[in-house]
């Protein structure tokens, strides 16, 4: 499956984005589907993942109840919407999928090209 992240850009704290990831070549239903961040100079990290069915999420720690996963199957498509965004939460963000894994990066196949997302103080 293809994927292509947009939606990015630079706010100020306590702004809101939401990311795309757009899917081609296979349906996102068919797969476990994960959004990453990756830092500038740091690894990349685990941000959420939304299951195959049944639509269950699961957010990393640092999230706080800020961000929500959400998947249109009409659409083919994922998002991240993300709220009272903080600084801390620059980085390139990557959707990603998997047919079977968890939370890590390397339980994922496909990935996006990543979009950069700049929380000014």
């Known amino acids: 499956v293809h994927l292509v992240e947009s939606g990015g850009g630079l706010v100020q704290a306590g702004d809101s984005l939401t990311l795309s990831c757009s899917a081609s070549g296979g349906f996102l239903s068919s797969y476990i589907m994960g959004w990453f961040r990756q830092p500038a100079g740091k690894e990349r990290e685990f941000v959420a993942t939304?299951?195959?069915?049944?639509?269950?999420?699961y957010y990393a720690n640092f999230v706080k109840g800020r961000f929500t996963f959400s998947r249109d199957d009409g659409k083919n498509t994922a998002y991240l919407q993300m709220n009272r965004l903080e600084p801390e939460d620059t980085a390139v963000y990557y959707c990603?999928?998997?047919?079977?894994?968890?939370?890590?990066?390397?339980?994922?196949?496909?990935w996006g090209q990543g979009t950069q997302v700049t929380v000014s103080s």
């Open positions: 990603a999928a998997a047919r079977e894994g968890g939370n890590f990066v390397q339980d994922f196949g496909s």
């Open positions: 939304y299951t195959r069915s049944g639509g269950r999420t």
